[in-house]
């Protein structure tokens, strides 16, 4: 348990449904951060929030929403997805103006 | 793009000491270099962190030259369980956050 909690482990959606992802700290950090990783590609990072307030974007689609409410939980709402948007996604925390993250374990999706 | 360059991949064999050279040339002043480890289908995990000469801890140690621009991870005795992804980062500081795009990583392989 690194202290970054994903739920769920794994998920299997259709095309045309809408779930979502969740992530949850309890480290005390303000800073949260979604990455993708495909297979055999390198992580790329989706959204980042910085006390709540979302501060980069990169140019993710838009059937993918994040929502971060308070600065232990972040979400990323799904829906329309592709099937090459399976992947193994990823949950970040820091501090701010920390150099360092806290990886989750991720949310491995399957896109049928 | 990823402002870091490191082998794709390396062999080694149980025992022997294991280094994986990182090449940064465009590090900020205010960067930090952090490696991470990364099993598959897991969050990376973080190794170790360093500015300027030498930082060791209980797993690796880090030599960093004084002009910066490389770095070197030093990983002592292998194991086959440190057969894993490893990833040296440069962060880009955004919003009082760091920002971090990785690269493809060295996949480092212990042999028996």
């Known amino acids: ?112 | 793009l990823a402002k870091t360059t490191q082998p794709i991949s390396m062999d080694s064999y149980e025992g022997q000491e294991v280094n994986i050279t990182c090449s940064h040339n465009n590090i900020a002043t205010n960067d930090y270099i952090t490696w991470y480890q990364q099993f598959p289908s897991q969050g990376p995990r973080f190794i170790i962190q360093g500015y300027k000469t030498k930082v060791t801890n209980e797993v690796a140690s880090l030599f960093i030259p004084a002009d910066r621009k490389s770095s070197t991870l030093s990983l002592p005795r292998v194991s086959l369980s440190d057969t894993a992804v490893y990833y040296c980062l440069v962060g880009d500081f955004l919003s009082g956050t760091y920002k971090y795009i990785f690269g493809t990583g060295t996949r480092l392989k212990v042999l028996a």
């Not at chain 1, 910085?50 to 974007?57: A, H, I, K, Y």
């Not at chain 1, 399976?86 to 949310?107: D, I, M, N, R, V």
């Open chain 1, 1 to 112: 348990e690194t202290g970054v909690t994903q739920t769920p482990r794994h998920l299997v959606m259709g095309m045309t449904n809408k779930k979502s992802l969740k992530c949850e700290q309890h480290l005390g950090h303000n800073a949260m951060y979604w990455y993708k990783q495909s297979a055999k590609k390198p992580l790329e990072l989706m959204f980042v929030y910085s006390l709540e307030e979302r501060v980069e974007n990169n140019s993710v689609p838009s059937r993918f929403s994040p929502e971060c409410p308070n600065s232990s939980h972040l979400f990323l709402h799904l829906h329309t997805l592709q099937p090459e948007d399976s992947a193994l996604y990823l949950c970040a925390s820091s501090q701010l103006s920390a150099a360092s993250y806290t990886f989750g374990s991720g949310t491995r999706l399957t896109v049928v």
